[in-house]
């Protein structure tokens, strides 16, 4: 089994700036992707930011330029630095990871989500 755990959300006003940070444990023999989705109330889960084993990123257009994602994969840990902070960022944020378990299982996890609100 496998668990990943957010923290670093709260409430912050426009301009602003958080840290996310996600640590994954358990079973796990190597990290793929790592990433941040959001989930804002009556819209979809979207892609915020990615992250390869290798540093290769990935950043939804909205964010480009204002938050940064980082991971350090000897830790199994994820970052997102979040700066410039609007009220559209407002929103549950939810770290995955792409895993290989030590059994040999390929599969995606999620964490349980941390809110960010954002007041203007």
């Known amino acids: 089994q496998v668990q990943l755990v957010e923290s670093g959300g709260g409430l912050v006003q426009a301009g602003g700036s958080l840290r996310l940070s996600c640590a994954a444990s358990?079973?796990?023999?190597?990290?793929?992707?790592m990433g941040w989705y959001r989930q804002a109330p009556g819209k979809q889960r979207e892609l915020v930011a990615a992250?390869?084993?290798?540093?290769?990123?990935n950043y939804a257009d909205s964010v480009k330029g204002r938050f940064t994602i980082s991971r350090d994969n000897a830790k199994n840990t994820v970052s997102l630095q979040m700066n410039s902070l609007k009220p559209e960022d407002t929103a549950v944020y939810y770290c995955?990871?792409?895993?290989?378990?030590?059994?040999?299982w390929g599969m995606g996890y999620w964490g349980k989500g941390t809110l960010v609100t954002v007041s203007s």
């Open positions: 358990g079973s796990i023999f190597s990290i793929n992707a």
């Open positions: 995955n990871a792409s895993v290989v378990t030590l059994d040999g």
């Open positions: 992250i390869t084993s290798g540093g290769s990123t």
